[in-house]
């Protein structure tokens, strides 16, 4: 028979942290707590397996389940004490679900499950503690009828404000047993109103239902949410945990808190976390009282007149930092831990990786590897390629002038400008219209998880540093500044009032997540400093590092960005940018409009000092490095003159009338120009433009050469080729002109000629093409629109519908589409090899900026990965990454 249930506590459990796919991360994690023999409150888990029968035998639970459960119960109530169910000799549990990746779309935990009216009178006898008896069976009667019986909290929360109100209290500490019970007495009116139905009394049956409600809440709609935007399979199921309950709400010498073994927003190496005194379970992140701090160092840094958990309860602090540091130690990683405290005893209720800021996993990287915890490689292995953006964000100027209106705490670093909207489908429809927004709410929850998304950043009125804003903002990247407490949020009116002034939704405001403060307007912004730890790492990746990173650039402020970030020469130069400019654009259209060879030779003389000059400053600031530039390659039209105006200027500059000038705008119309006439098709037609270029580019790289006495080797790129043919014809007009300008310089240098594969005939005739090509950049942009045939501009919204339906995963445009676009991709490259063996080839569409996607071209074997400048510090490290992977670390 399957075992469909793994016990834990009492200095030993079933499981491990090995078995993380069968007992989720929470469970496989609680297990090896117990195995290491640290305070931990018995419990089970039922495993992922029983997830995926659920869900195949229509949610239906598997037969056997029941008795194993009940086995499970007996014996953990043996190590606690207890005996499930029974008044006389009471265990409580906590019922928590938990997949291999932490979800927050999950069902919430439910806590203090077993009580009712009968248990709970026992529950006050045993504790000796009325007050708390009452509160612990309210909470559950709170969480249960949320999560299980779907009565939502906010009909509790309603209640138990107006009984406030009438006692005259402002905290939820402040009520009495007998107020508790009149609250109790109220809820249960409302729940039987609600659903026709008294609260449930039998231990039992609150027990699967709460089982039942986590397996159910795996096909949630926030959890659907979370694994699309995570990549989350759905295939993998969750965990329940069900664990005797300890107590952090009996009383002052109990509390709950979380802690993290390093700061995750600075990296430093020292405890850091937040605890409440007479408090369970979520309080602590729910923001409902302000937390206190976890050490002294943190609380005087804080500012902060509530003692620390260091100077109120030093045993348990004791053992908490020993924990913390053999937790941390065992897993050779920063922890996150939550903990309880019951009447002075620690207890520990989870450890995980913790999530971290960019800049502090750099930090705990780069301090671990010098400690000696962890090796350089496995640094390098530790930070997530994508998540190098958020230090690539924008921070205020320490010189601009700050209109402050507000402060919280930091609580995600980075700063944003954006409108203030206050719900989060406002955020999403502003995003869709290209519009920054933050997000402004009194506390976000996992239904806002597509407005954070969508916002620059956010700010919130209540709740501290694990606050659920900030835990999933520095998750996502996104500056956020929660608990700021001095602002109010008015849904109804739709303002946001600071230090007396009105601020409406639409207004514009910035945010400093590395401060807390919140500022009037926009703010000038500074660009990153990328030194110390990010250097190192970097150093490390690129130790690491097979495949070249180039960067796709044509501005001469492009270039010298891509160098600071490190990239290693240019791999695509589109030149039909540099035509758009003042003057230039009008000579260019003279060029297109000629309707003779002389004419557009007239226009394009024009255009050669202008585009030597451009390749000239390029080539010095890569000195020494490959430069690839692409000859002219969008369709014409896109440079045609439109208006009126515009027209008339190109006529009186061709001296044309413009009717006749308007007629050959006619004829130059195509119906589906991206396959049109472009790419090489334009230089067979007009082979003077590709000689024009050529000549600039050959011209700029001999005076580049002496200039910086390190010359560049361009590397002339001729795009959209499917015919050999078409290349021979185009490279025999380049390699001509490259001989003129030889013996017009009297010396000699070096260049490649090359082509662009981004068509399939392109990649099936690899093999003949690399005959005249030496070598092949693979333009996996036009390629995956052609493989498709998709236009990637009309894509968006099928696409998407695509992967709601389950269609395909990722977005081909975003990541590389492995089993179509790179088998043709892998299948050119093995071609290209066979006749030239030492071709090169590289990529440059988007995907070389995408991790998923270097990580294919490394398993091609490509010699080098170009994307946008700032992306080049994620391809630096994604290829280490892929390079350590490849060859096993
Ligand atoms: P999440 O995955 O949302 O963090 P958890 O299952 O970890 O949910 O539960 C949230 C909190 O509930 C824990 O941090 C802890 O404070 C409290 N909790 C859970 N189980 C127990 C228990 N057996 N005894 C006491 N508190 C518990
Ligand atoms: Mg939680
Ligand atoms: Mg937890």
Redesign the pocket.
Same mark, same amino acid.
């Given at each position: 028979m399957t075992k469909w249930v793994y016990g834990f506590g009492g200095g030993s459990a079933d499981g491990s942290a090995s078995d993380r796919e069968l007992l989720g991360g929470?469970g496989a994690n609680l297990a090896e707590m117990c195995n290491l023999g640290l305070p931990v409150?018995p419990?089970f888990t039922i495993t992922t397996e029983v997830c995926t029968a659920y869900y195949a035998n229509g949610r239906t639970l598997p037969d056997g389940l029941n008795g194993q459960v009940d086995a499970a119960l007996a014996a953990m109530g043996e190590i606690a004490g207890g005996r499930f169910g029974d008044p006389q000799k009471l265990m =409580?549990?906590? *019922?928590?679900?938990?997949s291999r990746a932490?979800?927050?779309g999950?069902m919430?935990?439910v =806590?203090n499950l077993g009580l009712n009216d009968e248990t709970v009178a026992a529950l006050a006898a045993a504790s000796g503690d009325e007050r708390f008896a009452y509160d612990s069976y309210r909470r559950f009667i709170q969480m249960y009828s949320d999560v299980v019986l779907g009565v939502d909290h906010e009909n509790f929360e309603e209640i138990l404000e107006d009984a406030k109100a009438e006692y005259g209290f402002e905290q939820d500490t402040d009520l009495s047993a007998a107020q508790w019970q009149d609250v109790i007495g109220r809820y249960n009116a409302k729940i039987e109103q609600e659903l026709g139905a008294p609260f449930p009394q039998d231990a039992r049956e609150q027990l699967w239902g709460a089982i039942n409600a986590v397996f159910a809440s795996w096909m949630n709609p926030r959890a659907i949410t979370y694994r699309r935007l995570h990549d989350i399979p759905e295939s993998w199921g969750t965990a329940v945990?069900v664990?005797?309950?300890?107590?952090?709400n009996m009383g002052d010498s109990s509390a709950?808190? *979380?802690a993290f073994t390093r700061n995750p927003s600075t990296g430093e190496n020292a405890l850091y976390g937040e605890f409440l005194v007479n408090a369970?379970?979520?309080?602590? *992140?729910a923001g409902i009282r302000t937390p206190q701090n976890i050490t002294e160092e943190a609380r005087v840094a804080a500012g902060s007149d509530k003692p620390s958990l260091q100077k109120l309860m030093p045993d348990a602090f004791k053992t908490l930092t020993e924990i913390a540091g053999r937790l941390e130690a065992h897993y050779r990683d920063m922890q996150d831990l939550?903990?309880?405290i019951?009447r002075g005893k620690l207890?520990m =209720?989870?450890t995980r990786s913790g999530k971290r800021t960019a800049k502090s996993a750099l930090r705990i990287a780069a301090e671990m590897s010098g400690e000696g915890l962890i090796t350089n490689r496995e640094a390098v292995l530790r930070i997530e390629p994508a998540s190098l953006d958020q230090l690539l964000h924008p921070t205020i100027d320490p010189n601009a002038r700050r209109d402050i209106i507000g402060s919280g705490l930091p609580a995600s670093p980075g700063a944003a400008t954006g409108e203030i909207v206050f719900t989060s489908d406002e955020a999403e429809e502003a995003k869709a219209q290209n519009r920054d927004v933050i997000l402004v709410r009194v506390e976000t929850s996992p239904e806002d998880i597509h407005g954070m998304h969508a916002a620059q950043g956010i700010l919130t009125t209540r709740g501290g540093m694990t606050s659920h804003a900030a835990v999933v903002a520095r998750g996502m990247g996104k500056p956020c500044v929660s608990g700021a407490g001095g602002l109010r949020v008015d849904y109804r009116t739709g303002t946001l009032l600071a230090m007396g002034v009105t601020l409406r939704k639409g207004d514009i405001i910035t945010i400093d997540g590395g401060t807390g403060q919140v500022l009037k307007g926009a703010v000038p912004m500074l660009q990153p400093e990328l030194s110390g730890d990010f250097a190192s790492i970097m150093g490390w990746a690129d130790e690491a590092r097979r495949m070249k990173v180039r960067a796709n650039a044509e501005t001469p402020a492009d270039a010298r960005m891509a160098r600071s970030f490190g990239a290693e020469g240019i791999g695509l130069c589109r030149t039909e940018h540099m035509f758009f400019d003042g003057e230039r654009i009008v000579a260019m259209r003279e060029m297109i409009l000629a309707d003779t060879e002389a004419g557009r030779r007239s226009a394009l003389a024009k255009l050669l000092p202008m585009q030597r000059s451009d390749f000239l400053e390029l080539f010095e600031i890569m000195a020494g490095l490959p430069v690839t530039i692409r000859l002219l390659d969008p369709p014409l039209h896109e440079f045609l003159p439109h208006s009126d105006e515009e027209i008339a200027e190109v006529a009186a500059a061709m001296d044309v009338s413009a009717e006749k000038l308007r007629q050959r705008t006619e004829t130059l119309h195509e119906f589906n120009p991206m396959l049109g006439h472009r790419g090489c098709r334009l230089a067979v037609s007009y082979p003077e433009i590709a000689e024009m270029q050529a000549r600039a580019i050959f011209e700029a790289a001999a005076e580049a050469g002496k200039r910086t006495g390190s010359p560049v080797v361009p590397e002339v790129m001729v795009p959209l080729v499917g015919l050999k043919e078409e290349l021979d014809y185009v490279k025999k007009r380049i390699d001509d002109v490259a001989e003129t300008v030889m013996k017009e310089a009297g010396s000699r240098f070096d260049y490649l000629v090359g082509t662009m594969i981004e068509l399939p005939r392109a990649a099936l005739r690899a093999g003949l093409i690399a005959e005249a090509a030496e070598f092949f950049s693979f333009g996996t942009n036009d390629l995956t629109q052609t493989t498709y045939g998709i236009s990637r501009d009309d894509a968006s919204s099928f696409l998407e519908t695509y992967r709601q339906k389950g269609l395909i995963e990722k977005d081909p445009f975003v990541s590389i589409d492995v089993d179509g676009v790179g088998e043709l991709v892998r299948m050119a490259a093995e071609k290209g090899r066979g006749t030239r063996p030492d071709i090169k080839l590289g990529i440059c569409g988007e995907h070389g900026g995408d991790p998923a996607s270097v990580e294919f071209c490394e398993s091609v074997g490509l010699d080098y990965v170009s994307c946008s400048p700032f992306r080049v510090p994620i391809a630096r490290l994604a290829a280490a990454q892929a390079a350590a992977r490849a060859e096993g670390i």
């Open positions: 929470k409150p419990g =409580l549990v906590s *019922v928590r679900s938990g932490s979800m927050p999950m919430d935990t =806590l945990n664990q005797a309950m300890v107590f952090g709950t808190g *979380v369970q379970g979520e309080d602590v *992140v939550e903990f309880t019951e207890w =209720l989870q």
